[in-house]
């Protein structure tokens, strides 16, 4: 079972290496928020996922509840920022 585990956090690193490719060379400002959300919420599964391999789940889940809102706290900000500023 460790070695699932192993593999899915794997996975999940090579998917956040995506959105990272996506952040950096977006063209857009709106690609660059998507590619910064998205390797948000594939770190909340990877600290959930270390909870797991190490049997702390509750310890990580707190932690990621934590990240998952401020996450949310900055996206609504930068998105009321743009709508402040009249972007599109």
């Known amino acids: 079972m460790q070695i699932f585990f192993v593999a899915v956090l794997l996975t999940t690193v090579a998917l956040a290496l995506v959105y990272l ?3 950096v060379f977006g063209p857009t400002l709106f690609d ?3 590619g910064l959300n998205g390797i948000s919420n594939k770190a909340i599964l990877i600290l959930v996922l ?3 391999l190490y049997e702390r789940l509750d310890v990580f889940v707190d932690i990621s509840v934590g ?3 401020l996450n949310l706290v900055g996206a609504v900000a930068v998105a009321k920022y743009l709508e402040m500023k009249g972007m599109p």
């Open 21 to 23: 490719f996506r952040m």
């Open 32 to 34: 660059r928020l998507l």
């Open 50 to 52: 270390i909870g797991t």
């Open 67 to 69: 990240y998952a809102l």
